[in-house]
């Protein structure tokens, strides 16, 4: 019996139309997730990148829309399937990872706690779920493994390609730190949508987020701080 392997490309080649659309779908994924990150990093002002985020969120949606047989209400439904013990417990593991970096690379830091800064926290966990985990998620989970699911057919790959690619997107803060943080939390989001859906991986997100910004890790995600090598 032929592998399958050898089966499937001999089908690419039996079928020209079809390795086309394949190439054309590695190149968009490959200007979507590497090429922008990288012109991003390297030209955009720091001060445009929410609304480089905004922009690329209606790309998304918009590709989302174009692949077709995406039933939308999977963005709002299964909260039945969020677990929120886990969700506490990962919490309290970001929380003790940015304290833990923190103490590490900023010696005697200690969070401000003045009336300002809680009003700005209290702010922050209001709009951060909105305003920056909603988007993240439906680009880098809804859209990645929704269009791109092709071109990665084995799980493991795609949820390590998945974080790579997450990783990349915060090469704009040109920080080891980040790019850790964020490989890690990517695997980590990636394996939580493809288990238990979109309103889990955003709580997930949401959370993760605003505690990192709560124990004064904000000195690493936020764009104002962003300072190029060059």
Not at 19 to 40: D, H, K, M, T
């Amino acid at each position: 019996m032929e592998p399958l392997a050898g089966r499937a490309r001999a089908a690419l080649t039996a079928d020209p139309a079809a390795a086309s659309r394949r190439g054309w779908l590695w190149a968009e994924f490959v200007a979507l997730y590497v090429g922008a990150p990288l012109a991003i990093a390297l030209f955009l002002n720091p001060r445009w990148m929410f609304a480089a985020l905004f922009g690329f969120t209606l790309v998304g949606i918009g590709l989302i829309w174009r692949t077709g047989e995406f039933d939308w209400r999977e963005l709002v439904r299964g909260w039945g399937r969020v677990r929120w013990d886990r969700t506490a417990a990962f919490a309290l593991l970001v929380g003790a990872a940015g304290v833990g970096v923190m103490a590490a690379t900023r010696p005697g830091f200690m969070p401000d706690v003045s009336p300002e800064r809680l009003r700005f926290l209290a702010m922050l966990w209001l709009a951060y779920p909105l305003l920056s985990a909603l988007p993240q998620e439906l680009i880098f989970r809804a859209l990645f493994f929704h269009r791109y699911a092709p071109l990665l057919p084995d799980p493991r790959t795609a949820l390590l390609v998945n974080a790579a690619v997450f990783a990349l997107a915060h090469l704009m803060y040109w920080s080891v730190v980040v790019t850790a943080m964020t490989f890690v939390g990517g695997w980590i989001f990636g394996r939580t949508y493809r288990r238990r859906g979109f309103p889990a991986v955003w709580m997930l997100h949401a959370v993760a987020g605003n505690v990192l910004f709560t124990v004064g890790m904000g000195t690493y995600f936020w764009s104002g701080n962003v300072v190029r090598p060059f």
